[in-house]
């Protein structure tokens, strides 16, 4: 009899299995899909040989995440960590630049350094205090209060009332922007604010990495490593119900909160299935990827360096399309996020050649190719991109939810994003990876510490699952 199972193979699924696997457990993985990293997957979207990100891309959250630190990320898959972590052309001017050092963006923004370097120099030395605060359950006493104290307060500057941060040009506010628009929700939020501020000290600390071979190689190591501490994967199984499973001692869901709530319809009370199924969804994502038969010809070169780089000009603009999208309405200047990731891998594309990955916001189920719209941003800032093109692949966020039900609507940030819904995730507990249902657990983007690719998701609800079911209390990689 094996003792646990898993269900999703996403970075979440992963990162659970092994957990329990080197806490001495006979573990099974089961996957509906045909190969392990669900979002932090790759593969030949465009034409053979040009490699791309199925959805993660760029792995800051990776690189902070003390899972991924003890478990030694970067001994195992290769990194491309660049000196630029993310690069947002404006028109008519240079492009600001996120640089890993903070005194040289702090100087290269010139009027706007001032306050750049007042938001982030405390963060940044306080930094360890800071990936512990949002790397985790915040119902909690933080280990670093006087951090946690300074991000907090920076949230609420640079969330609802920007104006306040101290800013005097246009550049700054645009190059915060761009790292907070990833939360898929209105600017003026709380979560944006904070998402803003974790991604940008992320940026200065341990950088915005790539790896090498794509999102597919952390996957791979990961199920390589469960393989060689006992553990088995099942690909190809769709799992609806206990009665699906083999019985184990624990089950632990890399899934949708709605998903959970029809696994365990005879197990859950009934106050608690209604609040997964009510569980909000945001804004979705539409997506596409593009071969390239050079590198995209910015108007500012440096942009080159940057494998990261954010679409959408001013703070203003960029916030206006924001709130179209949670209007209902596609932008018809969208906010793009865009990674040129064979710039530091080559192994991505054919010699001279290059791969793009972008993606805009649009309401959940959108039916929107986006194609048209990412490309006239891109030349906006690039002119001559189009003519570079030689294949693309769009998907919409209704294409999105049929390749993964997970992503309901083409949402990809496990609900929707809100200060609230950071603290109540999915539902307001101090342990909210267990369910009322003994053995059963949610390892999901759903529960804290939200979205990224950082699998401490999966790694909390493991071990819970290891004290709770197993009587272990000194869980592996802690």
């Not at 970075?11 to 696997?21: I, R």
């Not at 350094?113 to 930094?127: E, K, Q, T």
């Not at 050079?294 to 001013?314: F, K, M, N, Q």
């Not at 596609?330 to 594309?349: C, H, I, W």
Request: proline share 9%; hydrophobic share 45%.
């Amino acid at each position: 009899m094996i003792d646990a199972t898993v269900v999703g193979a996403g970075p979440n699924g992963l990162v659970a299995a092994v957990t329990l696997a080197h806490a001495g457990l006979r573990v099974r993985l089961v996957e509906r899909g045909e190969r392990v990293g669900g979002g932090m997957s790759s593969a030949e979207l465009t034409l053979p040989g040009y490699l791309h990100d199925v959805c993660s891309a760029v792995h800051p959250g990776a690189l902070a995440s003390s899972f991924f630190r003890s478990w030694g990320l970067t001994e195992r898959v290769p990194f491309r960590i660049p000196e630029v972590s993310y690069a947002h052309p404006l028109d008519g001017r240079p492009a600001a630049l996120a640089y890993r050092d903070l005194d040289r963006t702090v100087a290269e923004l010139e009027e706007d350094g001032p306050a750049w370097n007042r938001m982030m120099r405390p963060l940044v030395d306080r930094f360890a205090g800071v990936q512990d605060f949002t790397g985790n359950q915040l119902l909690r006493v933080p280990r670093d209060p006087i951090a946690a104290v300074r991000y907090g307060l920076r949230s609420l500057v640079h969330g609802p009332a920007p104006a306040l941060a101290g800013f005097r040009g246009q550049a700054g506010p645009a190059l915060f922007a761009g790292a907070a628009a990833h939360t898929v929700a209105p600017l003026h939020s709380l979560a944006s604010g904070g998402a803003g501020l974790m991604l940008a000290a992320f940026g200065h600390t341990v950088g915005w990495g790539l790896p090498v071979g794509g999102s597919q190689a952390i996957a791979d190591a990961l199920a390589a490593d469960l393989v060689a501490h006992g553990g088995e994967i099942v690909l190809g199984q769709h799992v609806g119900s206990p009665a699906d499973l083999e019985p184990s001692a624990a089950t632990l869901l890399d899934t949708s909160p709605a998903h959970l709530a029809r696994f365990g319809e005879d197990l859950l009370p009934g106050g608690y299935r209604r609040a997964l199924e009510r569980w909000p969804r945001g804004d979705g994502v539409a997506k596409v990827d593009f071969a390239t038969s050079g590198p995209i010809p910015w108007s500012d070169p440096r942009v080159a360096t940057a494998p990261t780089v954010h679409l959408g000009g001013t703070r203003a603009e960029i916030a206006a399309g924001e709130r179209d999208v949670a209007r209902g309405r596609v932008p018809e200047r969208p906010y793009v996020l865009l990674v040129q990731p064979s710039f530091e891998d080559p192994s991505r594309a054919p010699a001279g050649h290059h791969t793009v990955w972008a993606y805009i916001h649009v309401p959940a189920g959108s039916e929107v190719d986006a194609t048209e719209l990412v490309t006239q941003q891109i030349e906006r800032f690039a002119p001559g991109f189009r003519d570079l093109v030689v294949a693309s692949a769009s998907r919409s966020a209704a294409e999105l939810e049929e390749e993964n039900p997970n992503d309901p609507g083409g949402e990809i940030m496990g609900g929707r994003m809100s200060i609230w819904r950071l603290v109540r995730r999915p539902v307001l507990s101090t342990v909210p990876w267990r369910t009322p249902a003994p053995g059963l657990f949610l390892a999901s983007a759903s529960t804290p510490p939200g979205p990224s690719t950082h699998g401490m998701n999966g790694w909390f609800a493991a071990r819970t699952a290891l004290r709770d079911v197993f009587d272990i209390h000194d869980a592996p990689f802690a």
